[in-house]
């Protein structure tokens, strides 16, 4: 029976889940399956686009609805999605996170459903929003109906039961796949902007993904200061959008410690793999994750990765061993693991601190920066770590039913 499939998620922006949409709908797509992609919102400036695939609900971002209209957006979005899969004839149907999840579970149509879940929930949900009650609601009571539920790594699955009060038995661990040719193959394309080759002359620290309080860039901030004030010539590149709080914030923080000539952000980038290669170090300073998509591209691509433990599934990617957590930082195969950053609360901080986590974060960027044999021993493991990723196996394993 052909297969006609409806990928759900909420953004087109250069975060991890989008990239996954993308990277299942070329896949499905080059199967010969019918595939159509639904955004909860489209903006001018997205990056991940399906073309005449295309779907939206709403073409302006959450931030900029009354409380009215978004209370509305919660309660037609499920009939929007059922209509949608009448129309298309949808077989399976993929959602991708908690709001896709969700609004996929109360449609109550009968397609094979698959949810995922890309990040450490318990953390997430210590933020106490209307949304997140509604998912803490839906752990007990509505996503029993969906197929499967895909954990992208066994610590999301663990948390998920030990700490969110998981109540159905449709759990999967399932890695992110990903076209490791397709990523090194666009990391080898040249940097054309003048002003861009100036930035990446120097050794450079990389952040790639969304600004928000769940990535937590304060943190990096402040150590990258620590860099910058023993290296001197090294500058951080910030690629991604987010948060307007988030980015004022760190602006702020940039200012008041004179590193404006040595901060670059570039915001979105249709093909960032290029920006992975021409760095030094990528570094993710998260106060909680999944397994995220950036690393295992990194790791593709051969750039050694510092990244705070911010879940166990860092480690998943990070090595082909296990580690426990320490407050000291973790030498791997792809890099350094560095003590978790968060202490309790989400949102941004009110303590300006310096804290040992911070100074360590720094230490382990100021370590890769000055030493080769990070690089080499991360491409001397490539292969192994990259196995369980195969585009193949994961894209089919999604479709797969639950035994």
Not at 77 to 92: E, L, S, W
Not at 128 to 137: A, C, E, P, V, Y
Not at 349 to 376: C, M
Request: proline fraction near 2%; charged fraction near 25%; glycine fraction near 4%.
């Amino acid at each position: 029976m052909m297969k006609n499939i409806l990928l759900i998620m909420p953004y087109g922006s250069v975060g991890g889940m989008e990239r996954l949409a993308l990277t299942f709908y070329n896949y499905y797509k080059s199967e010969g399956y019918n595939v159509k992609a639904l955004k909860f919102i489209k903006l001018n400036n997205d990056i991940i686009n399906f073309g005449d695939d295309e779907l939206f609900i709403k073409p302006y971002d959450f931030a900029d609805m009354s409380k009215q209209e978004r209370l509305s957006f919660y309660l037609k979005a499920p009939t929007y999605i059922r209509k949608t899969i009448k129309k298309h004839k949808i077989t399976h149907s993929i959602a991708f996170g908690d709001m896709a999840n969700l609004f996929s579970a109360l449609t109550f149509t009968n397609e094979y459903k698959i949810g995922s879940i890309h990040a450490l929930k318990s953390v997430e949900l210590t933020n106490k929003t209307f949304f997140n009650s509604l998912t803490r609601i839906g752990y007990t009571k509505f996503y029993g109906r969906l197929n499967k539920l895909v954990c992208i790594s066994k610590a999301i699955k663990e948390d998920l039961i030990s700490k969110c009060d998981y109540k159905f038995s449709n759990l999967e661990v399932i890695y992110n796949p990903h076209n490791t040719q397709d990523i090194v193959d666009l990391s080898k394309v040249k940097i054309e902007d003048v002003e861009e080759q100036k930035i990446f002359s120097k050794k450079t620290v990389l952040f790639l993904g969304r600004l928000s309080v769940q990535k937590s860039p304060w943190h990096l901030i402040k150590a990258f200061k620590l860099v910058q004030a023993e290296l001197k010539d090294v500058n951080l590149v910030l690629i991604g959008d987010g948060d307007k709080s988030v980015i004022q914030y760190i602006k702020t923080q940039i200012k008041e410690f004179n590193l404006t000539e040595n901060v670059c952000f570039l915001g979105r980038k249709n093909n960032p793999y290029k920006y992975i290669n021409a760095s030094n170090v990528l570094v993710l300073s998260s106060h909680y994750e999944g397994t995220p998509n950036v690393i295992v591209e990194s790791i593709a691509i051969g750039t050694p990765i510092v990244s705070s433990f911010c879940t166990k599934g860092i480690i998943e990617l990070m090595s082909t061993k296990e580690y426990k957590e320490t407050q000291e930082n973790i030498i791997l195969e792809s890099g350094i693991v560095t003590p978790n950053l968060f202490k309790g609360v989400l949102g941004l901080p009110k303590d300006t601190t310096l804290t040992n986590e911070e100074v360590l974060l720094s230490k382990a960027l100021i370590q890769v920066l000055e030493n080769d044999s990070f690089k080499l021993n991360l491409n001397e493991h490539k292969i192994e770590l990259l196995t369980k990723f195969d585009l193949n196996f994961v894209a089919n394993q999604y479709l797969k039913h639950l035994d």
